[in-house]
Protein backbone atom coordinates (compact mmCIF):
# COMPACT_ATOMS: atom_id res chain seq x y z
CA UNK A 1 0.00 0.00 0.00
CA UNK A 2 1.11 3.57 -0.44
CA UNK A 3 2.20 5.55 1.92
CA UNK A 4 0.79 8.80 1.15
CA UNK A 5 1.74 11.05 4.22
CA UNK A 6 5.65 10.19 3.94
CA UNK A 7 7.18 14.01 3.86
CA UNK A 8 8.68 14.53 -0.18
CA UNK A 9 9.20 17.82 0.27
CA UNK A 10 12.51 17.64 -0.99
CA UNK A 11 14.16 14.53 -3.08
CA UNK A 12 17.62 15.57 -3.71
CA UNK A 13 19.85 13.74 -6.90
CA UNK A 14 23.43 13.08 -5.69
CA UNK A 15 25.66 11.82 -8.37
CA UNK A 16 27.07 7.92 -6.39
CA UNK A 17 30.50 8.56 -8.29
CA UNK A 18 30.71 10.99 -5.54
CA UNK A 19 31.22 9.50 -2.20
CA UNK A 20 31.65 12.65 -0.85
CA UNK A 21 28.43 13.32 -1.83
CA UNK A 22 26.82 10.14 -0.65
CA UNK A 23 28.56 10.95 3.04
CA UNK A 24 27.47 14.81 2.86
CA UNK A 25 23.82 13.99 2.59
CA UNK A 26 23.24 11.66 6.00
CA UNK A 27 23.70 15.34 6.86
CA UNK A 28 21.03 17.40 5.18
CA UNK A 29 17.47 18.25 6.02
CA UNK A 30 16.28 16.42 3.30
CA UNK A 31 12.90 13.97 2.85
CA UNK A 32 14.77 12.16 0.23
CA UNK A 33 17.73 11.10 -1.69
CA UNK A 34 17.97 9.64 -5.46
CA UNK A 35 21.76 7.97 -5.96
CA UNK A 36 21.97 8.26 -8.68
CA UNK A 37 23.54 6.06 -11.47
CA UNK A 38 22.34 7.43 -14.83
CA UNK A 39 22.71 11.19 -16.06
CA UNK A 40 25.23 12.23 -13.56
CA UNK A 41 27.98 9.55 -13.81
CA UNK A 42 29.91 9.40 -16.85
CA UNK A 43 30.31 5.79 -18.46
CA UNK A 44 34.03 5.16 -17.27
CA UNK A 45 32.64 5.17 -14.10
CA UNK A 46 29.59 4.18 -13.57
CA UNK A 47 30.11 0.44 -12.61
CA UNK A 48 32.22 1.65 -9.74
CA UNK A 49 29.54 3.92 -8.43
CA UNK A 50 27.77 0.90 -7.86
CA UNK A 51 29.88 -0.06 -5.45
CA UNK A 52 30.08 3.61 -4.01
CA UNK A 53 26.47 2.88 -3.57
CA UNK A 54 26.58 -0.52 -1.69
CA UNK A 55 29.32 0.98 0.58
CA UNK A 56 27.10 3.86 1.70
CA UNK A 57 24.31 1.91 2.39
CA UNK A 58 26.02 -0.45 4.47
CA UNK A 59 27.36 2.42 6.57
CA UNK A 60 23.89 3.81 7.08
CA UNK A 61 23.40 6.31 8.75
CA UNK A 62 20.42 8.12 6.36
CA UNK A 63 17.61 7.73 9.28
CA UNK A 64 14.14 8.61 8.38
CA UNK A 65 15.55 9.71 4.61
CA UNK A 66 14.03 8.06 2.01
CA UNK A 67 16.44 6.57 -0.52
CA UNK A 68 16.14 5.52 -4.08
CA UNK A 69 18.74 4.13 -6.65
CA UNK A 70 18.43 5.77 -10.26
CA UNK A 71 19.41 2.98 -12.09
CA UNK A 72 20.29 2.97 -16.25
CA UNK A 73 17.96 2.40 -18.49
CA UNK A 74 17.67 -1.45 -19.47
CA UNK A 75 18.44 -0.79 -23.00
CA UNK A 76 22.27 0.61 -22.18
CA UNK A 77 24.77 -1.75 -21.37
CA UNK A 78 24.67 -1.05 -17.60
CA UNK A 79 20.61 -1.34 -16.84
CA UNK A 80 20.45 -4.77 -16.42
CA UNK A 81 23.08 -5.20 -13.32
CA UNK A 82 22.53 -1.80 -12.30
CA UNK A 83 18.64 -3.45 -11.60
CA UNK A 84 20.32 -6.62 -10.11
CA UNK A 85 22.47 -4.50 -7.84
CA UNK A 86 19.81 -2.49 -6.43
CA UNK A 87 17.39 -5.45 -6.00
CA UNK A 88 19.07 -6.08 -2.75
CA UNK A 89 21.18 -2.48 -2.20
CA UNK A 90 19.10 -2.04 0.57
CA UNK A 91 17.11 1.52 -0.77
CA UNK A 92 13.81 2.02 -0.25
CA UNK A 93 13.03 2.42 -4.18
CA UNK A 94 14.67 2.12 -7.38
CA UNK A 95 14.26 5.20 -10.04
CA UNK A 96 13.64 3.85 -13.67
CA UNK A 97 14.13 6.65 -16.55
CA UNK A 98 12.59 7.56 -19.30
CA UNK A 99 9.28 4.97 -18.70
CA UNK A 100 7.49 5.52 -21.91
CA UNK A 101 5.40 2.30 -21.61
CA UNK A 102 3.79 -0.17 -18.82
CA UNK A 103 5.48 -2.85 -20.29
CA UNK A 104 8.53 -1.17 -19.66
CA UNK A 105 7.91 -1.32 -15.79
CA UNK A 106 7.15 -4.87 -16.16
CA UNK A 107 10.15 -5.55 -17.21
CA UNK A 108 12.64 -3.57 -14.65
CA UNK A 109 9.95 -5.40 -12.34
CA UNK A 110 10.53 -8.87 -13.43
CA UNK A 111 14.38 -8.10 -12.90
CA UNK A 112 14.13 -6.81 -9.86
CA UNK A 113 12.23 -9.60 -8.65
CA UNK A 114 14.54 -12.55 -10.46
CA UNK A 115 17.35 -10.94 -7.88
CA UNK A 116 15.58 -11.65 -4.92
CA UNK A 117 14.24 -8.00 -4.44
CA UNK A 118 11.71 -7.22 -1.42
CA UNK A 119 8.00 -6.98 -1.58
CA UNK A 120 8.68 -3.41 -0.12
CA UNK A 121 11.05 -2.58 -2.71
CA UNK A 122 9.38 0.49 -4.52
CA UNK A 123 9.69 1.60 -7.94
CA UNK A 124 9.59 5.51 -9.57
CA UNK A 125 8.98 6.23 -12.83
CA UNK A 126 11.16 8.84 -14.31
CA UNK A 127 8.23 10.61 -16.63
CA UNK A 128 10.43 12.68 -19.45
CA UNK A 129 9.72 12.30 -22.94
CA UNK A 130 6.56 13.03 -25.07
CA UNK A 131 6.13 9.24 -25.36
CA UNK A 132 5.96 8.78 -21.86
CA UNK A 133 3.34 11.33 -21.35
CA UNK A 134 0.75 10.40 -24.02
CA UNK A 135 0.77 6.98 -22.60
CA UNK A 136 0.84 8.62 -18.47
CA UNK A 137 -2.66 7.16 -17.76
CA UNK A 138 -1.62 3.26 -18.62
CA UNK A 139 2.10 3.95 -16.71
CA UNK A 140 0.09 4.77 -13.61
CA UNK A 141 -2.25 2.14 -14.07
CA UNK A 142 0.72 -0.76 -14.18
CA UNK A 143 0.11 -1.45 -10.54
CA UNK A 144 2.90 -3.68 -8.70
CA UNK A 145 5.91 -2.06 -7.73
CA UNK A 146 4.94 1.49 -9.21
CA UNK A 147 4.64 4.06 -5.93
CA UNK A 148 5.81 7.26 -7.70
CA UNK A 149 6.13 9.70 -10.50
CA UNK A 150 8.80 11.94 -11.39
CA UNK A 151 8.65 14.19 -13.70
CA UNK A 152 12.36 15.11 -15.58
CA UNK A 153 11.19 18.57 -17.07
CA UNK A 154 14.80 19.09 -18.53
CA UNK A 155 14.64 16.06 -20.80
CA UNK A 156 10.99 16.91 -21.91
CA UNK A 157 11.71 20.35 -22.90
CA UNK A 158 15.17 19.37 -24.94
CA UNK A 159 12.57 16.80 -26.66
CA UNK A 160 9.73 19.54 -27.35
CA UNK A 161 11.94 21.06 -28.95
CA UNK A 162 10.82 24.07 -26.21
CA UNK A 163 13.12 26.80 -24.01
CA UNK A 164 12.78 27.01 -20.75
CA UNK A 165 10.88 29.79 -19.60
CA UNK A 166 9.63 30.97 -16.10
CA UNK A 167 6.14 29.95 -16.05
CA UNK A 168 7.09 26.78 -17.62
CA UNK A 169 3.82 27.35 -20.12
CA UNK A 170 5.65 25.00 -22.42
CA UNK A 171 5.37 22.19 -19.68
CA UNK A 172 1.76 22.41 -18.63
CA UNK A 173 0.40 19.84 -20.73
CA UNK A 174 3.16 17.27 -19.72
CA UNK A 175 2.70 17.83 -16.13
CA UNK A 176 -1.23 17.91 -15.52
CA UNK A 177 -1.19 14.70 -17.81
CA UNK A 178 0.99 13.40 -15.26
CA UNK A 179 -0.71 14.74 -11.82
CA UNK A 180 -3.94 13.09 -13.44
CA UNK A 181 -2.92 9.64 -13.68
CA UNK A 182 -0.89 10.17 -10.08
CA UNK A 183 -3.87 11.02 -8.54
CA UNK A 184 -6.36 8.93 -10.12
CA UNK A 185 -4.48 6.36 -9.60
CA UNK A 186 -3.16 6.74 -5.94
CA UNK A 187 0.30 7.63 -6.72
CA UNK A 188 3.10 10.34 -5.49
CA UNK A 189 4.69 12.25 -7.64
CA UNK A 190 7.53 15.08 -7.90
CA UNK A 191 8.41 18.15 -9.78
CA UNK A 192 11.27 18.28 -12.27
CA UNK A 193 14.45 20.23 -11.40
CA UNK A 194 15.45 23.51 -11.60
CA UNK A 195 19.07 24.11 -13.21
CA UNK A 196 19.34 27.73 -12.72
CA UNK A 197 20.93 27.88 -9.06
CA UNK A 198 21.73 31.67 -9.24
CA UNK A 199 18.33 32.10 -9.98
CA UNK A 200 16.65 31.72 -5.86
CA UNK A 201 13.66 33.98 -6.47
CA UNK A 202 12.48 31.70 -9.50
CA UNK A 203 13.72 28.70 -7.53
CA UNK A 204 10.82 29.45 -5.00
CA UNK A 205 8.33 30.46 -7.64
CA UNK A 206 8.76 27.07 -9.24
CA UNK A 207 8.13 25.37 -6.49
CA UNK A 208 4.72 27.46 -5.35
CA UNK A 209 3.85 26.88 -9.10
CA UNK A 210 4.20 23.11 -8.50
CA UNK A 211 3.14 23.13 -4.97
CA UNK A 212 -0.43 25.05 -6.44
CA UNK A 213 -0.44 22.72 -9.05
CA UNK A 214 -0.47 19.47 -6.61
CA UNK A 215 2.93 18.13 -6.45
CA UNK A 216 3.98 16.03 -3.47
CA UNK A 217 7.51 18.13 -3.13
CA UNK A 218 10.15 18.91 -5.49
CA UNK A 219 13.54 16.65 -6.97
CA UNK A 220 16.86 19.08 -6.02
CA UNK A 221 19.98 19.31 -7.76
CA UNK A 222 21.87 21.16 -4.81
CA UNK A 223 21.85 21.16 -1.27
CA UNK A 224 21.27 25.01 -1.12
CA UNK A 225 17.51 24.47 -2.54
CA UNK A 226 16.57 21.93 0.21
CA UNK A 227 15.19 24.48 3.05
CA UNK A 228 12.99 26.71 0.43
CA UNK A 229 11.68 22.92 -1.34
CA UNK A 230 11.12 21.76 2.33
CA UNK A 231 9.10 25.27 3.39
CA UNK A 232 6.99 25.87 0.21
CA UNK A 233 5.67 22.13 0.39
CA UNK A 234 5.03 21.63 4.02
CA UNK A 235 2.22 22.54 5.69
CA UNK A 236 2.05 26.09 7.31
CA UNK A 237 1.57 26.80 10.93
CA UNK A 238 -1.19 28.40 9.50
CA UNK A 239 -3.01 26.20 7.31
CA UNK A 240 -2.36 23.23 10.50
CA UNK A 241 -3.88 25.70 12.99
CA UNK A 242 -7.10 25.99 9.76
CA UNK A 243 -6.90 22.33 9.50
CA UNK A 244 -7.06 21.52 12.98
CA UNK A 245 -10.14 23.47 13.19
CA UNK A 246 -11.58 21.86 10.13
CA UNK A 247 -11.41 18.45 12.18
CA UNK A 248 -12.31 19.80 15.39
CA UNK A 249 -15.34 21.32 14.17
CA UNK A 250 -16.52 17.90 11.90
CA UNK A 251 -16.00 15.95 14.74
CA UNK A 252 -18.44 18.20 16.97
CA UNK A 253 -21.07 18.76 14.39
CA UNK A 254 -21.33 14.89 13.71
CA UNK A 255 -21.03 14.21 17.42
CA UNK A 256 -24.40 16.61 17.45
CA UNK A 257 -26.46 14.74 14.37
CA UNK A 258 -25.55 17.34 12.02
CA UNK A 259 -24.21 16.25 8.32
CA UNK A 260 -21.96 19.58 7.83
CA UNK A 261 -20.42 22.45 9.78
CA UNK A 262 -19.53 25.84 9.36
CA UNK A 263 -15.98 27.75 9.73
CA UNK A 264 -15.58 31.87 9.37
CA UNK A 265 -18.31 31.12 7.32
CA UNK A 266 -17.39 28.64 4.90
CA UNK A 267 -19.02 25.25 4.54
CA UNK A 268 -16.89 22.38 5.50
CA UNK A 269 -17.53 19.33 3.21
CA UNK A 270 -15.85 15.86 3.64
CA UNK A 271 -13.06 17.00 0.77
CA UNK A 272 -12.29 19.89 3.24
CA UNK A 273 -11.59 17.28 6.36
CA UNK A 274 -9.67 14.68 4.65
CA UNK A 275 -7.40 17.35 3.20
CA UNK A 276 -6.77 18.67 6.44
CA UNK A 277 -6.18 15.25 8.31
CA UNK A 278 -3.49 14.81 5.52
CA UNK A 279 -2.05 18.24 6.46
CA UNK A 280 -2.19 17.17 9.85
CA UNK A 281 -0.72 13.39 9.21
CA UNK A 282 1.79 15.08 7.32
CA UNK A 283 3.29 17.83 9.94
CA UNK A 284 3.14 14.87 12.48
CA UNK A 285 5.80 12.89 10.27
CA UNK A 286 8.11 15.60 9.51
CA UNK A 287 8.06 16.36 13.24
CA UNK A 288 8.92 13.07 14.27
CA UNK A 289 11.42 12.61 11.32
CA UNK A 290 13.07 16.38 12.48
CA UNK A 291 13.02 14.68 16.07
CA UNK A 292 14.54 11.47 15.44
CA UNK A 293 17.58 13.28 13.28
CA UNK A 294 17.94 15.56 16.24
CA UNK A 295 18.21 12.88 18.44
CA UNK A 296 20.65 10.80 15.98
Known amino acids: MIDTTRPRRSVLYMPASNRRAL??????????????????????????ARDHIADALAIGGYGDRELAIRVNPLATPWGHDDLVFAATAGAHAVVIPKVESADRLRQAAAVLTAAGAPPELA?????????????????????????????????????????????????VTGLGLCLLAARAHGLAILDGVHLDLDDSEGFAAQCRQGRDFGFDGKTLIHPKTIAVANQVFGPSAETLAW?????????????????????????????????????VALADRITAAATAADCG
Open 23 to 48: EKARQLAVDGIIMDLEDAVAPAVKVA
Open 123 to 171: IWAMMETPMGMLNAAEIAASGGRLQLLVMGTSDLISDLRGRPQADRLGL
Open 243 to 279: SRRIIAAHAAALEAGQGMAVVDGQLIENLHVAEAQHM
